[in-house]
């Protein structure tokens, strides 16, 4: 197999030894999220905030493919890949050498990351990475960790990790790396309007903070009309309670997403809302035939830079490729 990577080069068939298990590569497949409800509570002494987080996640996907290899290095290839790290910040790599020194072993692993998630968009394409690799590394190196164990090395990991590996429905809790998971009844249409540029998630909440500045922020709970929404797959009723506490601290920082939900709302969409931190913005549609529109009147505005439609909830993180 030949990889093209960032850097354009071959990036196998270097003479690898097969992993314990066998396995010549794994390929996981892991998807993108959406905030339904994101309530945020005050910053806390660690500097993070609780939140009532109703992720669902959605069908827009990154692959992660290990590969033996004489060190541990990534690789990242798609639209955005000029803005992904490919030293040791990226949470592909920290996942696999958080696997790795749990178990007293190196991590020479080659990670190659097909990505098709907005980077710095507020859909968790970082964490969907980190989930990925260490479902793939687990599998490459024949672990077996079970899915709790999994589960633990995605919250020290970061906040939306955890739900990254789930997938499909649930509720976090804490930071939001507790989860609760949600059965839906039935899917959700999706349209998604990436913007120019990220959002930093850091600078997002300290702006959250900035605007709290002297009023009193309730503790973030789910709401039980939007939770009984997803149970029921019901898209107007879900569209009635969408809600995220940092729109308004993404639209002081980037107000031309103003622009971008009007357009979405204009062009026929339930309802139109920030996704996490942004600048991705999410309209919720009533099929897919209106997903089509909504995105076609969406890339005709001029107020993104592309429209994707994804249908939810989607599988969390899966093998695709492997032993
Ligand atoms: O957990 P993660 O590394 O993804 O978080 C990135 C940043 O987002 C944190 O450093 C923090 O600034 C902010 N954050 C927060 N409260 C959360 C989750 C994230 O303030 N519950």
Redesign the pocket.
Known sequence: MSVPTAEGEPAEGDGHVSAPGGAASVTVRVPAKVNVQLA?GA??PD?????A?VFLAVGLYDEITVTPADALRITCTGPDAAQVPLDATNLAARAAIALAARHGIDPRVHIHIAKDIPVAGGMAG??ADGAGALLACDTLWGLGSSQDELLDICAE?????PFSLLGGAALGT????HLTPIDVDGGFHWVFAVADGGLS??T???E?DRLAEGTDIPAPTAAPALLAALRAGDPTALAATLANDLQPAALALRPSLADTLAAGTAAGALAALVSG?GPTTAFLVKSAAEAALVANSLLGSGTCRTARVADSPARGATVVEGP
């Open positions: 945020v910053a806390r500097g993070f905030h609780d939140l987080n970082g964490s990991l970061g906040s939306d990790v804490g930071r939001g790396e998630t850091p997002v909440f300290r959250f931190s």
